[in-house]
Each structure stands twice: as C-alpha cells, then as structure tokens.
C-alpha cells in the first residue's frame, strides 16, 4: 500500500512539475543549461587574452534533474565562465591549448555534494525505505491478536 501511494505521489510530481532551469525555481524537475567552474585561467593564456583574467576555466551543460540533483548531463563544452550565469565562447587556440590539460577536464569541475552525488542518494533512500516499508508489513502480518 505504502509504495503505491509513493507511486502515485511521483506521478502527480513529474506529471505537475515545470521546468526549471540552472538550479532555479521550485520544481521537481529541472532541465536546461548549468555551469560548473574547473579553475583560474593559467599565466600563459592570460598572456595571448588578457580578459582571461576576470573569467574562469568552466564547462557549460545540458542537464536533467530530479530535486535539483543531475540525473543526467550531456553536451558538455569548455567556456570562460564570466559569472554565476554568463559565459562566454572560448577561441579555437585557446580550448586546443586547454583541451590537452588534464587539469581542465570536466571531471576536475567544482560540483557540490547534493548537484554531483545525490542521484545515487536518492536511490539508496528510496530502496531503504522501500526495504524497510516491506519488512515492517511482513512483520505485522506475522502477529497474531491474543483470543
């Protein structure tokens, strides 16, 4: 009974959710376009583009989410990131140059806890409760009223 009412509660929560996007809003689910810095740029591209300096090495993705957390991220391309939300394109040289460092791949990118691990979190919560749910019925039907 417990996992069909839980059942039904996502239904209704993906059925009535709205979009969201880059970790705005109240929804449920959230899709759309994220950045994630990776580092400052190095001294040598500073050189070639002196505006490197106010901006950062980043990834800009496609992403899709369940309680803000990606569930799924594609698409992922080297920016500048130049604020929260703004990015800009980096020249061909310069993303060729970065492209070879191991220390600017998107796996070096700064995800917190809940945007990088929660996708796995929630699926062990929701097998533990449903675990938990499962035996806890199983136990209540082992016992018999006193006559």
Not at 87 to 99: F, H, K, Q, R, T
Request: with cysteine.
């Amino acid at each position: 009974m417990f996992i069909r009412q839980l059942l039904i509660i996502l239904a209704l929560s993906l059925f009535f959710a709205a979009p969201a996007h880059a970790k705005r809003g109240l929804a449920i689910i959230n899709t759309g376009d994220e950045l994630f810095e990776v580092a400052e740029f190095p001294e040598e591209v500073i050189k070639i583009a002196p505006g490197a300096r106010t901006a950062k090495i980043g990834y800009k993705c496609s992403h899709f989410g369940i309680f803000w957390a990606d569930i799924w991220t594609w698409d992922c391309k080297m920016v500048a990131v130049t604020g929260e939300n703004s990015y800009g394109d980096l020249p061909p040289n310069i993303a060729s140059m970065l492209d070879t460092n191991p220390a600017y791949t998107l796996s070096k990118a700064k995800r917190g806890f809940w945007n990088h691990y929660a996708f796995p979190t929630l699926l062990f919560l929701i097998a533990a409760f449903a675990l938990f749910a499962y035996f806890r019925k199983g136990s209540e039907e082992g016992v018999s009223e006193p006559a």
